[in-house]
């Protein structure tokens, strides 16, 4: 699970070592520069950086690099224990100077780790696509288009995602930046930590648009039932050049699968990124789909058997989720074994409290094929007329006309004598 941050640790660290040293070696050639040093450093070590200017940029880089690196730790510890990103700003702040000393002793360690994390993960990923019999994304893409139309209505919607997602990032490093900034250069406590509190909502608020980004694009989905719309909007986002690199994965494999392209949905699950608990959780429900489409028990059981392992970092609506998950996977389970009743309940209670037209399709139609199979046409009829209701074009919608042109063409329902 860790291995799935490293990349992003290593580069962010390298990246905050570069940073600082260049903006040290740029602003060094100044006097203005050299007389703030003379009134911070001791008089020793200052006729060594006079000694030595180059020495003074790799500290100033290692420097900056050990602050960005005690919120990567923060960041880590925050994955497991919720609300300690609050304790570990106060600490920054009314410890400043151990704070850095953790930073910079810890900054070769955490990179040694990241980049060992970032390459081992690489190398399984690449053995899970030899294994799968793909090149990648490009091939992934390639193979998804036989199949299916790519709508250029939806171009424009993947580009505007995208250029949204790079000003978030771009916002994140300026952040970072200005975070170092405020802690070298101000000797205000009240104004740092004023500054600093100012920072941490504005970060929150980045989170909050690249949560947000992706909503239009997932609304194609989920409310308009249009996963080869959902599915182009995506791979106009991916498109890099002449090459793709397929962003969202999970709702990529989602909307794969209401196309009933489980294997192609496995397929870009492979570099699906597992960072925590909640991705773990979203991973083996979406696996568990493929395999029961697959027709495949046993890979149901293996996905129920690892969501019932996770721990959930959030307290009870973690666990809530979670239980919902699990439930999901139990009950198609019941369909393979055949338990009707059980798993028609379950349909009938997800579909009250249903709050997107995706789920009340799948549940819909669910409820009428049991219904057909217990020779119950009336609602059966009645579901599957639900199910083009709300189905759009999901390839359930297909097969529900399928049934009703079967129900009407046997009379399996008493018309009513005129």
């Not at 004023?194 to 409310?223: D, G, H, N, P």
């Not at 870009?268 to 696996?287: C, G, H, K, Q, W």
Request: aromatic share 12%; with cysteine; net charge neutral.
């Amino acid at each position: 699970m860790w291995k799935y941050n490293c990349r992003r640790q290593f580069l962010t660290l390298s990246a905050s070592f570069l940073i600082g040293f260049l903006v040290t070696l740029l602003f060094s050639s100044n006097d203005m520069f050299w007389n703030m040093a003379q009134e911070v450093l001791p008089a020793e070590t200052l006729a060594f950086f006079t000694a030595n200017p180059v020495m003074i940029s790799v500290s100033a880089g290692l420097g900056f690099a050990g602050l960005v690196n005690v919120f990567e730790i923060g960041n880590m510890i925050a994955t497991y224990y919720s609300g300690s990103t609050f304790l570990m700003i106060l600490f920054l702040i009314m410890l400043p100077d151990v704070a850095m000393m953790i930073g910079i002793i810890g900054l070769p360690v955490m990179l040694i780790v990241s980049l060992y994390g970032w390459i081992s993960l690489r190398m399984g990923v690449r053995k899970g696509l030899r294994v799968a019999k793909i090149t990648g994304d490009d091939e992934i893409v390639r193979i998804y288009t036989l199949h299916h139309t790519l709508d250029e209505k939806y171009k424009a919607l993947g580009e505007s995602t995208r250029k949204t997602m790079h000003t978030a990032q771009f916002a994140s490093v300026l952040g970072l930046v200005a975070i170092a900034c405020v802690l070298f250069f101000l000797n205000n406590i009240w104004l740092v930590m004023l500054l600093l509190f100012v920072c941490m909502f504005a970060f929150q608020w980045i989170s909050r648009l690249r949560s947000t980004a992706f909503q239009e694009i997932t609304k194609l989905l989920y409310q308009d039932c249009d996963p080869e719309a959902c599915m182009s909007a995506l791979i106009y986002y991916s498109k890099r050049g002449k090459h793709y690199k397929l962003a969202n994965r999970g709702l990529a494999a989602l909307c794969l699968i209401n196309l009933d392209e489980p294997s192609l949905a496995q397929d870009v699950l492979i570099e699906f990124r597992r960072a925590n608990a909640a991705d773990l959780l979203t991973y083996y429900s979406l696996m568990g789909s493929t395999y029961y489409q697959l027709s495949d028990e046993s890979g149901v059981i293996r996905c129920a058997e690892e969501m019932s392992k996770l721990r959930m970092p959030r307290g009870p609506m973690g666990m809530v989720v979670k239980n919902f998950q699990y439930g999901m996977l139990e009950n198609k389970l019941n369909l393979m074994h055949g338990e009707l009743n059980e798993s028609k309940k379950y349909f009938l209670n997800v579909m009250q409290s249903a709050q997107f037209n995706l789920q009340k399709a799948e549940c819909a139609y669910f409820i009428a094929l049991i219904s057909y199979v217990q020779l119950d046409y009336v609602v059966a009829k009645m579901y599957f007329e639900k199910t083009i209701k709300y189905g759009g074009s999901l390839y359930y919608v297909d097969k529900a006309y399928g049934y009703l042109e079967k129900i009407q063409e046997k009379h399996l329902i008493d018309e009513p004598a005129e």
